[in-house]
C-alpha cells in the first residue's frame, strides 16, 4: 500500500519520498480469515480536519508527526526543496517536517478536502 512521505533533511529542507507499508498475511479478527495487516504504529491522537476550497496556508512545518488519509478533494503539497505534489481522495500522506522551514499545502479546484488525520508519538 503506498503512501507519500514528507521529511526534512540535516538543515530543515523538507523533502518527499515515495514509500509503501509492507503488509504480511495475519490473523487479525479470528474467526475470521486470514488477511494483509502493516506492522502497527503507535498513534496519540485522532482528529478530522476541512479544508475549505480555496484554502491555502503560508510555508510552515508539520504540527506534528501524522499520517493523513485524504477523504474526499484534492491539495496541493510543495515541498521546501521545490517538488510539488497532489494528494486526491484515497491518498495517504505521511509527514516528519516538524523543525524546519516546512512546507506549503493549498486546495485545488472548488471542492473542500476532507482528511482523517492520526498523529503519531
Not at 7 to 36: C, H, M, N, R, W
Not at 64 to 76: K, P
Not at 93 to 102: A, F, I, L, Q, R
Amino acid at each position: 500500500m503506498e503512501y507519500l512521505y514528507l521529511t526534512e533533511d540535516a538543515d530543515g529542507v523538507s523533502y518527499f519520498k515515495d514509500k509503501a507499508f509492507q503488509l504480511s498475511l495475519a490473523d487479525f479478527a479470528p474467526p475470521a480469515p486470514a488477511i494483509y495487516l502493516s506492522d502497527p504504529i503507535k498513534a496519540e491522537r485522532f482528529v478530522l480536519v476541512t479544508l475549505p476550497a480555496g484554502w491555502g496556508g503560508a510555508k510552515h512545518p508539520s504540527p506534528r508527526r501524522q499520517i493523513a488519509f485524504c477523504l474526499s478533494g484534492s491539495l496541493e503539497v510543495k515541498a521546501g526543496d521545490g517538488d510539488v505534489r497532489q494528494i486526491t481522495s484515497g491518498g495517504i500522506w505521511h509527514m516528519e517536517d516538524v523543525n524546519g522551514s516546512g512546507h506549503t499545502t493549498h486546495v485545488v479546484g472548488s471542492e473542500n478536502v476532507n482528511l482523517a488525520i492520526v498523529q503519531l508519538d
